[in-house]
């Protein structure tokens, strides 16, 4: 049976009521439930591009639309604590940005996935997934406060803004993606000395289970 999608944010303080062990708090689940969008929506991306849904021009629109959302992420978790009104303003543009990916892969238009452009688009897409992967577990860790994730996620967001602009003329150059690279390099070492600084945030209880409404999220969500 399908049921309506619910926000994580809201499934959290549904547990926390019914005193689940297993709960995040409210703040925890929306900030890890942001992440977990980011690498799924970059997952569509990736997917897209590989197999020429998308063209690279498209891809460069999108990845600029998540870098908004990043800088919205961002500005949500500086001060440590994600508001329900800020999850649900993230949660309405993510959505939005689910609704253009899929149209722009179910379009008429067509990308040649073994052109330079597209290949040079993949492999910083792939990077971008593995950074947020890399962020989540921080987070699902306790490694990484929800300020450090929010300073990395504002920092993804220019990464991001790199490759829209990069790609807005349908064509990814090498030194383009060298500056590119240059930046997501070091936002890697950023993200490994903002695991390792000793900091911890405190989650009570890190093995958390996502409900299938929560990770898969809308229609759009896998295609």
Request: proline share 2%; net charge positive; charged share 25%.
């Amino acid at each position: 049976m399908n049921t309506p999608r619910f926000s994580r944010t809201l499934l959290a303080l549904v547990a926390i009521a019914s005193g689940s062990a297993f709960a995040q708090s409210p703040s925890n689940a929306a900030a890890d439930d942001f992440i977990d969008r980011n690498i799924n929506q970059q997952q569509r991306i990736e997917q897209g591009l590989q197999s020429g849904q998308l063209t690279t021009r498209e891809a460069a629109r999108l990845e600029k639309q998540e870098g908004k959302i990043e800088n919205m992420e961002a500005r949500a978790m500086r001060d440590g604590s994600v508001s329900q009104n800020e999850a649900r303003k993230i949660d309405h543009a993510q959505d939005q940005v689910s609704r253009n990916i899929y149209q722009e892969k179910h379009d008429a238009q067509r990308g040649n996935p073994n052109s330079a452009s597209s290949q040079r688009m993949q492999q910083d897409v792939q990077r971008n997934i593995n950074q947020q992967q890399r962020i989540e577990q921080g987070l699902n860790s306790g490694q990484l406060t929800q300020r450090e994730a929010g300073r990395l996620e504002h920092r993804e967001a220019q990464a991001n803004r790199m490759q829209g602009r990069a790609g807005a003329d349908g064509h990814v150059g090498s030194h383009e993606q060298q500056r590119i690279q240059h930046a997501q390099n070091r936002q890697s070492n950023n993200i490994w000395r903002q695991k390792h600084d000793g900091q911890q945030q405190g989650w009570g209880q890190t093995n958390h289970h996502r409900s299938p409404q929560s990770s898969g999220r809308q229609q759009f969500a896998r295609r």
